[in-house]
């Protein structure tokens, strides 16, 4: 099966400017995480999805932060604008429901680095 | 609040040796899940091995193995045999209920 598929892998841009990124998990995979991952920490959830509803964004810094998954399979985190401290990996990853046994399945993550 | 913690920042073991990472956690659930994942560099973090709270026999993945203690919170992963391939950063997560709750890892790296 495919796996999660996230782009772009790279995005470099200059503090205040917007930036998005995408997300697709694997196919029946109805749950969706956004993680943020600093250099040298475990990765920290932003946000979860189960189908379109986002049933915990409780870490999400949503004065700059949102995130949407229209029809409950693809979906996108921006950011607007961009500070320097938002400088990491993100990682989106999937796992079919229930998710409290099912193993999150990652993709390769975006790397932000702003100037 | 739950928390994961590795005290290894690093760890070195040669080629075909075995080794040891260290995870302990708090939480005071006793239904809970356990697990190891890897993350090599530039590269997608994938599941190593899972441990369910309830389950008393250590999980076992070919040349992955755990020591789950619940007694004394702790959940090591043992490599044996251990491969070039092997070299990566090792993160223990501790999941209950809906979230995921990473520590913060343990870069391994495997000598010829």
């Known amino acids: 099966e495919a796996g999660v598929v996230q782009s772009p892998r790279y995005k470099i841009i200059e503090k205040k400017q917007p930036v998005a990124f995408w997300c697709n998990p694997i196919?029946?995979?109805?749950?969706l995480y956004w993680y943020l991952q600093n250099l040298g920490q475990g990765p920290e959830l932003l946000i979860r999805y189960e189908n379109e509803e986002a049933v915990d964004d409780s870490q999400l810094p949503k004065d700059r932060f949102s995130a949407e998954r229209l029809k409950g399979v693809d979906s996108t985190l921006k950011i607007q604008p961009a500070e320097l401290g938002d400088s990491a990996v993100y990682l989106c990853?999937?796992?079919?429901?229930?998710?409290?046994?099912?193993?999150?399945?990652f993709g390769d993550g975006t790397r932000l680095s702003i100037l | 609040a739950q928390t994961v913690t590795q005290s290894q920042p690093e760890m070195s073991v040669q080629e075909a040796e075995t080794v040891t990472l260290s995870c302990t956690y708090d939480?005071?659930?006793?239904?809970?899940?356990l697990f190891w994942y890897k993350q090599p560099p530039s590269r997608q973090m994938i599941l190593v091995i899972r441990?369910?709270?309830?389950?008393?026999q250590n999980a076992t993945e070919n040349r992955f193995s755990v020591n789950f203690q619940k007694a004394a919170k702790s959940f090591s992963l043992k490599i044996s045999d251990s491969q070039l391939g092997d070299a990566a950063m090792y993160f223990c997560a501790f999941y209950n209920t809906d979230k995921l709750i990473f520590g913060t890892g343990t870069r391994l790296q495997v000598f010829p």
């Open positions: 441990q369910e709270a309830y389950k008393q």
């Open positions: 990853a999937s796992s079919l429901v229930p998710p409290n046994n099912q193993p999150q399945h």
């Open positions: 939480t005071s659930e006793s239904d809970y899940y």
């Open positions: 196919s029946g995979h109805n749950t």
